[in-house]
Structures are given as C-alpha cells and as structure tokens.
C-alpha cells in the first residue's frame, strides 16, 4: 500500500461514520448517504494528491452536500417527490405521556424529508453542523444573502407545518393544565 | 414557537436522527470495493441499451407506523413492528419465486453458493453450511432467470454481516449456470431488496428483462408508468399501474426492452414516496458519446468540448429519458463568468419536442461542482425559436432572484416583468443575458425592430422532469 493510500486509507475509516451520518441529514435516506460518501470519496482520492495537505475533510463534505441537492446522483434521479400522507397518525394518541419533546423532534424530521434538497442542505449546515452563513455559502457554492433567506424560509415552513402547530397546541395545553 | 426554540428543535431532531443511524465503519476492503463498485455501477450505467423511455417503476410505501428509519431497517420479517433478531433471513424461510418450491434446484444453488465462496468481494464466513444460506427468491422473469441468496459474509476485521447476492442469467439457466453467471452484492440490514433490469447485460441479450422487489415494509406498493417520453406537443402521456403482488412481500414485472424503462431506486424512509429513476442509457453500445459530434454552439459558435458541457447534455439526456442513438443533442449557449460555467442544451426526442436543460456549475480544478439546474419540454419547432428563462439560485430575503435567459436567434433585449407588473430591460449578448431582479415573473424577447420574439415564464430553480400522472 502507498503513503498516500495509507492516509487515504486512514482518513476514510476514521471519517466514515461522521460523513456517512452527515449524508444521511442531507438526504433522510441511509442508502443514498452511504452512496453519496462513496461517490464522494471516489471523487477525492482522484485528487488526494492535491487536497491531502489542504483540507480533505472539507474537499469531501462540499462534495456530499453538492451531490445531496444536485439532481446527478450517484445511482438513480428522482423524478418527483410526493408527500408520505398515510404515515401521519393521531400523534397525541400515538404519544405517550412524557413523550412530547421526541414527538416534537419526529414532527420536524418529517418537515425536513419535504423541504426541497438545498433549503435541507442550508438548514443542516447552519443548524446542525455549526457552520457560519459565509462557510454555508461556500460549501453549496452560493451567495450568503441566498443562505440566509433560504434558512428563513425554511424556519417558516417548519413553523408553518400543521403537526407543530398541534403539537404546540398539545404543549401550551399541557402547560396550562400543570398551571392549575 | 419563536425562532430560537425552533432552530433547538430542529438542531435537536438532527442530532437524534444522526446518532439513531448505524454507521459503523466497514472495512478498508469493504470501502475499497465499494469504491470499486460505484465504478462499477457507473460503467454498468453507461452498458444500458438504447431505448425510449417507456417504463417507470415506483415503489412506494403506505402505511408504515414507525417513524424510525432504524427500526424500519431492523423490522423483523414475521414481526413487523418488532426488531428483526439478528442472524433471522431477512425475508423469512419460505423461497418466493416461480422456482420456489422447485427443491433440486434450490439445493443445487445453495451447494454452487457454497462451491463458489466468493462474490464480488464478498466472502463466505468460514464454517457456512446449506442450512445458513437462506434463498429469498428463485425464478424466471421475462427472459430472465434470477436468485437471491442470503448468506453470511466476511466484512474484515470489523466483523462479519449477511450479505444479500443476486445471481442473474438466461432464463431455464441450470442452477450451476446461474450462480456461475452476474452476481451483484448487498449488504443486508434493510427490509427491501431490487433487482434492476439491466437491458444490456448478457442474461437478457435484448430480450426481456426483470424487476423484482422484494419487501418487508407494511403496506408497500409498486406501481409502474409506462409511455412514450414527449410527444411533439411536449406532453407525457403516462400510463400508470399498480403491480399486483406475486406473494406476500414480493412483486415481479417483465420488462420488455422495446418499451424500454428508467427503474427506480428505492427509497425505505417512512418520509414519503417517490417516483424515481436510474440514468438513462447514454450509449448504444457503440460508443457513441455525448459530445461525439456535437455541433458548437448555436448561439454562439462556442466548441461543445468541455466536461461541464458534456454535464449539461448529461442532465439533458437524463430529463428525456431517451438514449443518444434515439435523440439529437445541440448545444444552444455556452460561457463561464469566473469559477461558474452555465450551459444551456437541447435534447430532441423522437415526438419532435426539445428537452431543455440550463446548467450552472463550479469548476474547481479538474472537478465539476453542480450548482443548479431547470429543464423546461418544449413542443416540436425550430431549436433556433426556442427561449427559456430560468432562475440561477433561490431568491435573497428580499425577493431578488440570479436570473438568466436565452431568446431566440435574432433577439437583442429581454424584458423582465416581476410580480407587481414592474418591468426591466437587459441587453442580450448572442442573445443571452444574465440579471438580478426581484421575484421575476415572465421574460420577453424583443428585436432590434421591437417586435416581440418570444415571451416565457421563468422556470423554478431546479424543476425538472414532471411526474407521471393518472
């Protein structure tokens, strides 16, 4: 094995599981994330001579968020998306006591899997992976005023969706009962 | 809700999902014949034959209760709603398939499984016997014989996983003959399992090919559109159709390679169902290629030659779902400004209509980084009448949108109305211009005389190809 393979080698397999998961927020499916860090990590050991000594890390995520909001994917184009209607229970009854907050996070998962890919992108990047919006805007290669509104727009939309306005509804309900 | 209880909501729910995820490292022989394998899965996308687009295949899921992708991926086949305990066959005991109960030859594949011991870079744990091999599915589709066998693998030093294999060749193949023949590898863990025609590889030799899904999420269902891609018109006259299913958690389709399909790639997640597909071949097996030919630009005399063209024309060729030897390709304008390439192509399909793709990228060394992408499908016509325009990135916080258009041979300025009537004029450069505007409606092309070329709608950042309907 060569020196560079060697780093390559070691860098993939400390990296894998942050990169993989990192993928797996951009796109809310695990087998297009580990098909996303595979085409990316192709892509960087092409050019590992070059970005080894710079920043690898950085080089290899660009290239899982681009891939994450291009339409070139690695196996397959998604032609349409639809929204999951029939998932959508009763989540109060379907939440035990005690139980809100998780419902909560479920209800924002399920906004993000419908937010077209680059508002996601925007939202796990400044929301999730602590980027700056200037850093943000250099990863998905737009401008930083693109980075904050599409983040805005995002937060209303989450805001804006019916399963956490009830679940706020079930919260402020919650707290009023506690009260008396 | 105020925004910072959102932003730690949302920062939350992240954060849960991402841990929940089982991501744990392969082995550097596992990541290396992944890489491998995505070169793989590349040439074997480029080996597709050439055909219409006719046949698409979605896969959706209904009804599913859990939220958790986790738990999806570790329900257990004859508990759903429970976690799958580990070493139990994915898709239970009982082998589905026109050959299932067919015993001989299931032991004769099992014994050739065992013979053979490696598979792509997979290899048998050591001490596998018959009895751990679990055959999920043997049978006869279209011209296609296939199985798909459970097995217990090596992964390396990080320890060992079942790994699915599909073994494919011609139909009434001998078992000996099959699993001697294509093997592709998986790793199992999830409740669902596709096998993708592959109309150029040499088990269907242009006959018919197959797609088999086998699935253990409650209420799945598969459902196909077939059709012609655009007729002159520009309209996709979809036929779509919900696939009956062969058994309990199967479903099998035979594809006949002249309607030709794009097939879809699975989707688990309980967020939602989608219509998706595989590129679309982009030879014919003769090695034609995307640039081979190709004209230089029609707007410009530019040479199409470089690889951020040869991305456009891909895009393009993908949107019409029909391969290079059944469509025409001309590059309409092409330039960079900076790091950015923005080309605008044309895809010509059989019905006469233009699929139209605007690509923008980054170019960064010798890689071609995606930065947005609108096709429009316009009807049957002369490719130096077209015009489009179309959106560069999403709009800033106050409403103003990167726009670029492209008017036909011959316009000079282009109008640009927004959203309250306002207008706007740029001058075109071989009739091509670049503007920031805020929340841009339509775009009209004009002359050096005034008169009115064209008028379009900008086109959203990113649309793409339509979905089927009906």
Redesign the interface.
């Known amino acids: 094995m060569s020196a560079d393979e060697s780093q390559f080698r070691d860098f993939v397999l400390h990296r894998w599981p942050q990169l993989v998961r990192y993928a797996y927020l951009l796109t809310g499916d695990a087998t297009q994330a580990e098909d996303l860090v595979q085409v990316a990590l192709e892509r960087s050991w092409r050019h590992w001579g070059r970005i080894r000594s710079d920043n690898p890390e950085a080089y290899v995520r660009t290239a899982v968020a681009r891939g994450a909001i291009s339409r070139f994917r690695a196996r397959s184009r998604r032609v349409a998306e639809a929204p999951f209607d029939d998932v959508v229970a009763d989540r109060r009854s379907a939440t035990p006591d005690g139980a809100q907050a998780r419902a909560e996070r479920d209800a924002v998962w399920r906004q993000l899997a419908v937010l077209p890919p680059r508002m996601r992108a925007v939202v796990v990047l400044r929301l999730w992976e602590d980027l700056t919006v200037e850093e943000t805007a250099r990863v998905l290669g737009c401008s930083t005023g693109t980075v904050k509104s599409t983040l805005s727009r995002a937060t209303d939309r989450l805001r804006a969706s019916a399963d956490l306005r009830e679940l706020a509804g079930v919260r402020a309900a919650d707290d009023t009962e506690v009260t008396r | 809700?105020n925004?910072d209880d959102?932003?730690l909501?949302?920062?939350?729910?992240?954060?849960?999902?991402?841990e929940d995820?089982p991501?744990?490292?392969?082995s550097?022989d596992r990541?290396r014949g992944?890489?491998v394998?995505?070169?793989r899965?590349r040439r074997r996308r480029q080996a597709l034959a050439a055909g219409a687009l006719a046949l698409?295949v979605a896969v959706?899921?209904?009804?599913?209760?859990s939220?958790s992708?986790t738990a999806l991926?570790r329900a257990d086949p004859a508990n759903p709603d429970g976690l799958r305990v580990a070493g139990d066959p994915a898709f239970g005991r009982t082998t589905v398939g026109s050959l299932g109960r067919d015993d001989a030859f299931l032991a004769g594949v099992r014994r050739e499984v065992l013979a053979r011991g490696t598979f792509v870079v997979e290899t048998l744990q050591p001490g596998t016997g018959a009895g751990d091999l679990t055959v999920a599915f043997a049978g006869d589709v279209g011209d296609v014989r296939l199985v798909l066998v459970e097995a217990p693998t090596r992964s390396g030093p990080d320890g060992d996983i079942d790994t699915f294999l599909w073994f494919s060749a011609p139909r009434g193949a001998s078992a000996t003959a099959v699993v001697a023949g294509e093997v592709s590898s998986e790793a199992a863990g999830?409740t669902t399992q596709i096998w993708r025609p592959a109309p150029g590889g040499p088990a269907t030799a242009g006959g018919t090919g197959a797609y088999v899904v086998l699935s253990r999420i409650p209420?799945s269902v598969v459902r196909t559109a077939t059709g012609p891609t655009y007729d002159a018109g520009g309209r996709q006259p979809w036929s779509v159709r919900t696939v009956p299913a062969a058994s309990d958690h199967h479903w099998e389709v035979a594809v006949p390679w002249s309607d030709r399909f794009v097939s879809?790639?699975?989707?688990?997640?309980?967020?939602?169902?989608?219509?998706?597909?595989?590129?679309p071949p982009f030879t014919d097996g003769t090695g034609t290629g995307l640039l081979d030919g190709a004209e230089p630009a029609l707007h410009s005399d530019r040479p199409a030659r470089d690889a951020a063209i040869e991305?456009a024309f891909?895009?393009a060729q993908?949107a019409s779902g029909v391969p290079v030897a059944r469509s025409t390709r001309r590059l309409l304008w092409t330039g960079s400004a900076g790091v950015f390439s923005t080309s605008v192509v044309a895809v010509t399909v059989p019905g006469g209509a233009h699929v139209v793709t605007a690509v923008r990228e980054?170019l960064e060394?010798?890689?071609v980084?995606?930065?947005s992408?609108s096709t429009v499908v316009l009807p049957a016509g002369p490719l130096d009448r077209v015009a489009m325009a179309w959106a560069l990135?999403?709009?800033?916080?106050d409403g103003?949108t990167g726009l670029a258009a492209l008017g036909p041979v011959g316009a000079t300025t282009m109008t640009v109305t927004d959203d309250r009537g306002r207008t706007s004029s740029e001058t075109l450069i071989y009739e091509y211009a670049d503007a920031s505007v805020v929340n841009p409606v339509t775009v009209e092309f004009t002359d050096l005389t005034g008169a009115t070329l064209a008028r379009v709608p900008v086109t959203a950042?990113?649309a793409?190809?339509?979905?089927?309907t009906g």
């Open positions: 809700m925004d959102l932003r909501l949302v920062r939350d729910s992240l954060s849960e999902r991402a995820l991501a744990a490292t392969p550097w990541v992944g890489l394998g995505v070169r899965e698409l959706g899921v209904v009804g599913v209760q939220s992708l991926r999830a209420g879809p790639m699975w989707t688990s997640g309980p967020e939602g169902t989608s219509w998706s597909a595989l590129d991305s891909a895009a993908t980054q060394g010798d890689n980084l995606p930065v992408r990135g999403p709009p800033d916080e103003t950042l990113e793409g190809v339509a979905p089927p």
